[in-house]
């Protein structure tokens, strides 16, 4: 059974930090290009940050490039997603997924399984 299971999330203050995990399971993340999604409420979700499978490219939405890093860790099965420099506007729930595709990544693919998300709330 596929999953994807997000944690990491939560309150935060303006200008700090958090790391997302995303833990896999029922199959092998590294023949799957992966990465993050968000949606703030009353707004459509979108891609934050997509990682290859194949070749370590990866895209983040111009919104969080230079705050955000998202990196695999193919051993563990795991992605991450470190937020630095967090605002308001980062509020959202942040999900997790995945596609078995391999190539450049230019822009967040269509994606095939999902994790259901974690909370992340930037106030003071």
């Known amino acids: 059974q596929v999953q994807l299971v997000e944690s990491g999330g939560g309150l935060v203050q303006p200008g700090g930090s958090l790391r997302l995990s995303c833990a896999a399971s029922?199959?092998?993340?590294?023949?799957?290009?992966i990465g993050w999604f968000r949606q703030a409420p009353g707004k459509e979700r979108e891609g934050v940050s997509c990682?290859?499978?194949?070749?370590?490219?990866?895209y983040y939405a111009n919104s969080v490039k230079g705050r955000f890093t998202i990196s695999r860790d193919n051993a563990k099965n795991t992605l991450y997603l470190q937020m630095n420099s967090l605002k308001p506007e980062d509020t959202a729930v942040y999900y997790c997924?995945?596609?078995?595709?391999?190539?450049?990544?230019?822009?967040?693919?269509?994606?095939?399984?999902w994790g259901k998300g974690t909370l992340v709330t930037v106030s003071s």
């Open positions: 990682i290859s499978s194949s070749d370590g490219s990866t």
């Open positions: 997924a995945a596609r078995r595709i391999t190539g450049t990544v230019t822009r967040c693919p269509s994606m095939d399984y």
């Open positions: 029922g199959f092998t993340l590294r023949d799957y290009a």
